[in-house]
């Protein structure tokens, strides 16, 4: 059974950092593509960032390209998302979700509350 | 600002069927495949439909997708109360390298 679990979301001020990660199991985690997706509160789903399988593509959203940065460790399968200079807009769950004929498998997420 | 436009809501009594739009781009819709996600309240996204109308695993058949140049729709049949939930169109954008979600649509049984 696939499962995806995120951990290191928070409290956090603006201007903070935070690193997320995404434990993987149930499938060969280095034969396939990674995302992050996020969901403000009560607001739609937003693509955040893309990792090829080898780690050699990567791909992000206008809204946090310069300030966060996706890896990937596929001797422990893992994902992350550091994201530095955190603003009240990236307040949102955080969800990673294994990329194969679209998003196919989600985690529960994980909630980044940027505060002061 | 996104660019795949849904509408806000639909509705329909149970039975009933329910479509959905999603209008894009010819650097979205136009050019590559449309996927289907379903969020139940309260729940993490799930996928409905890949490709231009393949579905998951134990997704009924019920779901029905399709694709016209830059818009595509996802169709409802007898429509269910465990169908209300927020619905969401995505596809890849080649011009900006980015993957773009659709406005959502919330679907209420009536």
């Known amino acids: 059974e696939v499962q995806l679990v995120e951990s290191g979301g928070g409290l956090i001020q603006p201007g903070g950092s935070l690193r997320l990660s995404c434990a993987a199991s149930?499938?060969?985690?280095?034969?396939?593509?990674m995302s992050w997706v996020r969901q403000a509160p009560g607001k739609g789903l937003e693509w955040v960032s893309y990792?090829?399988?080898?780690?050699?593509?990567?791909y992000y959203a206008d809204s946090v390209k310069g300030r966060f940065a996706i890896s990937r460790d596929n001797a422990r399968n893992s994902l992350y998302l550091q994201m530095n200079s955190l603003r009240a807009e990236d307040t949102a769950i955080y969800y990673c979700?294994?990329?194969?004929?679209?998003?196919?498998?989600w985690g529960q997420g994980t909630l980044v509350t940027v505060s002061s | 600002q996104s660019l795949l436009t849904q509408p806000p809501s639909a509705s329909g009594t149970p039975g009933q069927g329910v479509t959905i739009s999603c209008s894009g781009s010819?650097?979205?819709?136009?050019?590559?495949?449309v996927n289907w996600y379903q969020q139940l309240p309260g729940t993490a996204p799930k996928l409905l439909m890949y490709?231009?109308?393949q579905r998951p695993s134990g997704v009924p058949d019920r779901f029905s997708g399709s694709k016209s140049g830059t818009s595509a729709s996802l169709a409802i049949s007898g429509l269910q109360s465990e169908d209300e939930a927020d619905y969401y169109c995505?596809?890849?954008?080649?011009?900006?390298?980015?993957?773009?979600f659709g406005t959502g649509t919330k679907v209420t049984v009536l």
């Open positions: 979700a294994k990329d194969s004929s679209g998003l196919e498998h």
């Open positions: 490709g231009y109308h």
């Open positions: 149930g499938f060969i985690f280095n034969n396939y593509e």
């Open positions: 990792i090829s399988s080898s780690g050699s593509a990567i």
């Open positions: 995505a596809a890849w954008d080649e011009s900006l390298n980015v993957y773009v």
């Open positions: 010819s650097s979205n819709i136009g050019s590559n495949i």
